[in-house]
């Protein structure tokens, strides 16, 4: 399986940006599914995670209510709608997958599949 993001940007504060992360690969509809986030000079930060099959999702506390993890298996993608975006949301994001397990997870090294990113800068 091999990720490609894409989406990323610059937006004003307040603004909204959709990321999306589109896979190869026959069994994606089974694989756990997570987007991070690294800003500069900081460690790698968990931002969503959805599940295969029953596609339960999971949110870091910092973007609950703002961010909306989904995915699409018939197009291979998974997505983050992202508003009402903040200054301190700017960070090149990734999204992986854990070809081991369905169950979404914020444990990055749960994860074995990686993006290259995608960035996104929110200006004040």
């Known amino acids: 399986v091999q990720l490609v993001e894409s989406g990323g940007g610059s937006v004003q504060a307040g603004g909204s940006l959709r990321l999306s992360c589109a896979a190869s690969?026959?069994?994606?509809?089974?694989?756990?599914l997570g987007w991070f986030r690294q800003a500069p000079g900081k460690e790698r930060e968990f931002v969503a995670a959805?599940?295969?099959?029953?596609?339960?999702?999971v949110y870091a506390d910092s973007v609950k209510g703002r961010f909306t993890i989904s995915r699409d298996n018939a197009k291979n993608t998974v997505y983050l709608q992202m508003n009402s975006l903040k200054p301190e949301d700017t960070a090149v994001y990734y999204c992986?997958?854990?070809?081991?397990?369905?169950?979404?997870?914020?444990?990055?090294?749960?994860?074995?599949?990686w993006g290259q990113g995608t960035e996104v800068t929110v200006s004040s």
């Open positions: 959805i599940s295969g099959y029953v596609y339960s999702t």
């Open positions: 690969g026959r069994t994606f509809s089974v694989y756990a």
């Open positions: 992986a997958a854990d070809a081991h397990s369905v169950r979404a997870t914020p444990n990055w090294k749960e994860y074995d599949i």
